[in-house]
């Protein structure tokens, strides 16, 4: 199993996850593609953020619940009842005749989509030993990101000659496919709970208070008027009150280890979440650009991150896992400064664009796969539950918080314009902001890469 890939019941279950994971990024894929074309369709485009944090939002509490099961009973579980949940938000997003009823299916997905994610890293942690994870880890990536070579184009050439609603439907027959590989699979393998007498779960109430006091923060921004400073202030003060519940024992806000890999995960996947939500609109709506060019920028990104992804596993990459993680967060930073550049001068060429999201795309396959490595390294057996769920909850409130914030200014930019009579002047306003944001997000988690301190790069073969 160290020296080679994995055998036998581990292989089998390998294959089953991978087909899972493809079948929820091929989802994902396809709403980033299809948005513009489900906000031409239903209106409603002060609505845009919320199709994207109405499904993280709800995962705050969904990953938390997840991560007391994992613990408690083991991830089998969680991970069946997180594939029915966000099956059923599918067909809910299918049927949609209204962006109130798109919203609703999107944050059914999301709930069962944090089921998913968390039993997913668990089993990982549990299933493989730690010298494997890295290479599971880049199969996961690949499995993520494979969509992304023909699913934005698809997504786009299926609204092209169908609509919207297809893309949707579409999903279906991967979630199946990965039911029916990964049922035989789970049941071959002993994943019971393993919570230690005395240990805390995270808790419920704290998550719900988490995910209210985003839903607020985002509510305030980007619905103006006299109540939005008593809202944003209650939605502040629930972060506040749950974060210490939701976080690993001992977490504090600037402290290292843990919790500084927990920070740069969060402004990490914050600032590309928040980038790739409004790109395809930005494309579309500032650039002119069709919506299958959108796609194909999608996937130029997706490129770069399987890249990185690949490279971080790679036995020949001698350097620290922290220092990995750094990197990473370096080229998510300078990747997202170039596509603020090039969207504030929307008359410079395309390429710029393309240019910055593939090295952005890159700095998250580093970073993305080395934080979960980071947390199963840095943790305890009998908390592993319990610190994946706080990485993936912080993820969750990172994207969130940093996609809702880009909302709000894009909204409060847009100045009130109706959609049909926006300039592009306004235009350049609206998106351009939102950019800025994501920037700086990133560049903040190169500061938070300092604070984890060293880390050994398993996967590196030393001579």
Request: hydrophobic share 55%; with cysteine; charged share 10%.
């Amino acid at each position: 199993m160290c020296d080679g890939p994995v055998v036998g019941a581990r292989r089998r279950l390998l294959i089953g996850l991978l087909v899972l994971v493809t079948a929820v990024a091929f989802e994902a894929q396809a709403v980033s593609t299809a948005m513009p074309a489900v906000a031409a369709d239903l209106g409603q485009l002060d609505l845009y953020a919320w199709a994207f944090t109405a499904f993280v939002i709800p995962q705050i509490l969904a990953i938390v619940l997840a991560g007391r099961l994992c613990d408690d009973v083991g991830p089998v579980r969680p991970l069946q009842a997180g594939v029915a949940v966000f099956g059923l938000g599918v067909v809910l997003s299918a049927v949609a005749w209204s962006m109130p009823v798109f919203l609703a299916g999107r944050f059914v997905q999301g709930f069962g989509g944090g089921l998913l994610n968390l039993a997913l890293m668990v089993v990982v942690g549990r299933a493989f030993p730690p010298e494997d994870t890295g290479r599971v880890m880049t199969y996961f990536s690949f499995a993520w990101m494979m969509p992304s070579f023909l699913g934005p184009s698809a997504a786009a050439w299926i609204v092209r000659v169908s609509d919207w609603h297809a893309v949707f439907w579409g999903v279906l027959p991967f979630v199946l496919a990965g039911v029916l590989l990964l049922g035989p699979a789970l049941a071959r393998v002993d994943l019971p709970g393993l919570r230690a007498a005395g240990t805390a779960p995270a808790t419920l109430s704290g998550a719900l208070a988490a995910a209210l006091g985003v839903g607020l923060i985002q509510a305030a921004g980007q619905s103006p008027g006299w109540w939005s400073g008593p809202l944003a202030l209650a939605g502040l003060g629930l972060l506040v009150w749950s974060l210490r519940g939701l976080m690993p024992v001992g977490w504090a806000p600037l402290g290292a280890g843990l919790p500084a890999v927990i920070a740069v995960r969060a402004l990490t996947t914050g600032a590309f979440f928040g980038a790739s939500a409004f790109l395809p609109l930005m494309l579309v709506r500032l650039r002119g650009e069709e919506l299958t060019t959108a796609g194909i920028v999608l996937t130029v990104a997706s490129l770069g991150w399987t890249l990185g992804s690949w490279v971080q596993s790679r036995t020949w990459l001698l350097i620290s896992r922290d220092a990995i993680v750094t990197v990473g967060a370096v080229l998510v930073a300078g990747g997202l400064g170039l596509v603020a550049a090039f969207t504030l001068a929307p008359a410079w060429p395309l390429a710029g664009v393309v240019a910055g999201v593939s090295v952005a795309g890159a700095g998250m396959g580093l970073a993305s796969s080395s934080t979960s490595i980071l947390v199963m390294q840095l943790s305890a057996e009998h908390q592993l539950g319990r610190n994946t769920g706080a990485l993936q909850v912080g993820e969750a409130m990172g994207n969130a918080l940093v996609a809702g914030l880009a909302g709000t200014l894009f909204v409060w930019f847009k100045q009130g314009v109706p959609d049909e009579a926006l300039t592009r002047s306004v235009l350049v306003q609206a998106f351009g902001a939102p950019s800025l944001l994501v920037a700086g997000c990133a560049l903040a988690a190169v500061g938070f890469t300092r604070r984890m301190g060293f880390v050994p790069n398993l996967s590196a073969r030393r001579p």
